[in-house]
């Protein structure tokens, strides 16, 4: 019989759930058991697939090609599993199936209301993961006292009346401020938000306490006491820059300890190597060598939630490699127009003190020009380049005008006319009118070809990445491109689609139509990134 974890937020959102709730996972998975995380979002979209990314950050993509949120890649990533479009579940999902259940007739003629059948759904949805598990976590998105939040909190609170007190935990996660003209924290935030919570019903087991320094324990007393938890259960979640040190900061005060005690598990005690290895990486993280200066090149980057996995992929890569990251982030509209008004000899401004570029995807026109810049000076001056999506499509647009001599090239997503269309739209895209979920979603497979830095990096012939994207390279340029220097490295030989490009004559020039930073983990970073990292520092 599964256990529940059920995570909840209060006073302020962007508080961690998502890490907490995937450090809580790594942490009952080193103790033997298998979890499974669940994260409900109440927003009405169906999927944050159409959202602009400063609505909501990185849009995370699963196997089976589920557009979801980016706690899904935290999970990913602590839990080292491929999640899919179950673990994601959002109000607009929950509603729509109701209402369709309505429509044929499934509930008899009765009224439909969110009490009993928006809230049995949605247990559904979370018994329906837990098959075959130790640990459900459930973390529930927004904060307490939010209306959209309102019938999954209900959801959860009956759902301990059904599953029973000893099977189901309720996790709170809080901010404790601490004001510098008074020079105290205070819990009286804490406190308002657990006394919502248990107006609604959930009386919480265990506080965690978001702070920016270690709280006192006269702090943690009054917590306990106004709270109606055990001192003992009162757990600190200090900031800090290494996410991956939070499951040592919770370990530390025994949070899984706590965790297993109350749920009555008995731990097997069979993730001893992994614990292991993650303090290694955590070490290495914490003690590099050396710091490297890579260059990421975007149109979101006032907003760094839009390249996370990016970010987390290139810190795998770095801590493998005893390496300190410092990523220098240029807004590719600022780039566009620093080199419109002063020519392109400022871009060695921008980039002569940086090893190596990244452009990450995106969608539009805006800041194009800006990236396709960037990638002509890392072509030109022998820079290690990775892109990324349209970070390949920019590649073959720059290519084919500055190597070509294709000046008019362009992708049909940033003009419909152009004359060399070396990007086009997606023959299984043509003609699609709904946006949400339509795109080519999730992981296909990819043949590699040998004698290529791609082969290279992931020593196999096939390879499985996830994608997200409607535009693909047109066939029609593969010859003329070929033969003044790209290769071709990978491809979809079913529709035989480009998939991989890179360049001959270059210390690493490497391009994917796919997202392999979905795929990248702690303990296993991802071949291209640490090929990619290899060649900033001269070793791959």
């Given at each position: 019989?599964?256990?529940?974890?059920?995570?909840?937020g209060?006073?302020?959102?962007?508080?961690?759930?998502?890490i907490?709730?995937?450090?809580?996972?790594?942490?009952?998975?080193?103790?033997g058991f298998?979890v499974?995380?669940?994260?409900?979002?109440?927003?009405i979209?169906?999927?944050?697939g159409t959202?602009?990314?400063?609505?909501h950050?990185e849009?995370?993509?699963t196997e089976d090609?589920?557009?979801?949120?980016?706690?899904?890649?935290?999970y990913?990533?602590?839990?080292?599993?491929?999640?899919?479009?179950?673990n994601?579940?959002t109000?607009?999902?929950?509603?729509?199936?109701?209402?369709?259940?309505?429509?044929e007739?499934?509930?008899?003629?009765?009224?439909i209301?969110?009490?009993?059948?928006?809230?049995n759904?949605?247990?559904?949805?979370v018994?329906?993961?837990?098959n075959?598990?130790?640990?459900v976590?459930?973390?529930?998105?927004?904060?307490v006292?939010d209306?959209?939040?309102?019938?999954f909190l209900?959801?959860m609170?009956q759902?301990?009346?059904?599953e029973?007190?000893?099977?189901?935990?309720?996790?709170h996660?809080?901010?404790?401020?601490?004001?510098?003209?008074?020079?105290?924290?205070?819990?009286?935030p804490?406190q308002?938000s657990?006394?919502e919570l248990r107006?609604?019903?959930i009386?919480?087991?265990i506080?965690?306490?978001?702070t920016?320094?270690?709280l006192?324990?006269e702090?943690?007393?009054?917590?306990?006491?106004?709270?109606n938890?055990?001192?003992?259960a009162?757990i600190e979640?200090?900031?800090?820059e290494?996410?991956?040190?939070?499951?040592?900061?919770?370990?530390?005060?025994?949070?899984?300890?706590?965790i297993?005690?109350?749920l009555?598990?008995?731990?097997?005690?069979?993730?001893?190597?992994?614990?292991?290895a993650?303090?290694d990486?955590?070490n290495?993280?914490?003690n590099?060598?050396?710091e490297i200066k890579?260059?990421?090149?975007?149109?979101?980057t006032s907003?760094?939630?839009?390249?996370?996995?990016?970010?987390?992929?290139?810190?795998?890569?770095?801590?493998?490699?005893?390496?300190?990251?410092?990523?220098?982030?240029?807004?590719?509209?600022?780039?566009?127009?620093?080199?419109?008004r002063?020519?392109k000899?400022i871009?060695?401004?921008?980039?002569?003190d940086v090893?190596g570029?990244?452009?990450?995807?995106?969608?539009?026109?805006?800041?194009?020009?800006?990236?396709?810049?960037?990638i002509?000076?890392?072509r030109?001056n022998?820079l290690?380049?990775?892109?990324?999506?349209?970070?390949?499509?920019c590649a073959?647009?720059?290519?084919?005008r500055?190597?070509?001599?294709?000046?008019?090239?362009?992708?049909?997503?940033?003009d419909l006319?152009?004359k060399?269309p070396v990007?086009?739209?997606?023959?299984?895209?043509?003609?699609?009118?709904?946006?949400?979920?339509t795109?080519?979603?999730?992981a296909?497979?990819?043949?590699?070809?040998?004698?290529t830095?791609?082969?290279?990096?992931y020593?196999a012939?096939?390879?499985y990445?996830r994608?997200?994207?409607r535009?693909?390279?047109?066939?029609?340029?593969?010859?003329?491109?070929?033969?003044k220097?790209?290769?071709?490295?990978g491809?979809?030989?079913?529709e035989n689609?480009?998939?991989?490009i890179?360049?001959?004559?270059?210390?690493?020039?490497?391009?994917?139509q796919?997202?392999?930073?979905?795929?990248?983990?702690p303990?296993?970073p991802?071949?291209?990134?640490l090929a990619?990292?290899?060649?900033?520092?001269?070793?791959?």
């Amino acid at each position: 019989m599964a256990k529940y974890v059920i995570i909840t937020g209060g006073v302020v959102s962007s508080l961690g759930k998502g890490i907490a709730t995937a450090s809580i996972g790594f942490l009952l998975k080193t103790h033997g058991f298998s979890v499974n995380p669940l994260k409900f979002d109440p927003y009405i979209n169906v999927d944050p697939g159409t959202m602009n990314p400063y609505q909501h950050g990185e849009v995370f993509v699963t196997e089976d090609g589920a557009e979801t949120d980016l706690d899904l890649g935290h999970y990913e990533r602590f839990l080292d599993t491929n999640l899919s479009k179950e673990n994601n579940v959002t109000a607009g999902q929950v509603y729509l199936s109701v209402i369709e259940k309505e429509r044929e007739g499934i509930f008899l003629g009765g009224t439909i209301q969110v009490v009993p059948h928006i809230t049995n759904e949605i247990k559904e949805r979370v018994r329906k993961v837990a098959n075959e598990h130790d640990v459900v976590l459930v973390e529930i998105g927004g904060t307490v006292g939010d209306i959209e939040s309102l019938p999954f909190l209900e959801a959860m609170r009956q759902l301990r009346l059904e599953e029973g007190r000893e099977n189901v935990l309720y996790i709170h996660l809080t901010l404790v401020p601490f004001i510098k003209s008074a020079n105290e924290f205070k819990t009286k935030p804490t406190q308002h938000s657990v006394n919502e919570l248990r107006r609604i019903g959930i009386q919480p087991d265990i506080i965690l306490c978001r702070t920016e320094r270690p709280l006192p324990k006269e702090a943690k007393d009054k917590i306990a006491l106004f709270c109606n938890v055990s001192k003992e259960a009162v757990i600190e979640g200090i900031d800090t820059e290494n996410i991956y040190k939070i499951p040592l900061i919770f370990k530390e005060q025994k949070l899984d300890w706590l965790i297993c005690q109350y749920l009555s598990l008995k731990t097997k005690e069979t993730g001893l190597k992994i614990w292991q290895a993650w303090l290694d990486f955590v070490n290495k993280l914490e003690n590099p060598e050396r710091e490297i200066k890579i260059a990421i090149v975007g149109k979101y980057t006032s907003l760094r939630d839009a390249y996370k996995s990016v970010i987390e992929a290139v810190n795998h890569a770095c801590g493998h490699l005893s390496l300190k990251p410092n990523i220098k982030w240029i807004e590719a509209t600022d780039l566009e127009e620093e080199v419109k008004r002063k020519g392109k000899e400022i871009l060695k401004d921008y980039f002569s003190d940086v090893c190596g570029i990244i452009v990450p995807g995106g969608f539009g026109f805006r800041g194009i020009e800006g990236k396709i810049f960037a990638i002509e000076y890392a072509r030109k001056n022998n820079l290690p380049f990775l892109g990324l999506c349209v970070g390949l499509q920019c590649a073959v647009i720059e290519f084919s005008r500055n190597v070509l001599g294709l000046k008019e090239a362009n992708s049909q997503e940033f003009d419909l006319n152009t004359k060399y269309p070396v990007i086009h739209l997606l023959e299984s895209q043509k003609g699609i009118k709904k946006k949400g979920g339509t795109m080519r979603l999730g992981a296909y497979p990819c043949l590699l070809k040998e004698d290529t830095i791609a082969f290279r990096a992931y020593q196999a012939k096939r390879i499985y990445e996830r994608h997200r994207h409607r535009y693909e390279v047109n066939n029609e340029y593969i010859e003329l491109l070929e033969k003044k220097g790209m290769v071709v490295s990978g491809i979809y030989e079913k529709e035989n689609l480009v998939e991989i490009i890179e360049l001959k004559d270059h210390p690493f020039f490497v391009a994917t139509q796919f997202h392999p930073e979905f795929k990248s983990r702690p303990l296993r970073p991802h071949p291209l990134f640490l090929a990619f990292v290899k060649a900033c520092v001269s070793e791959f």
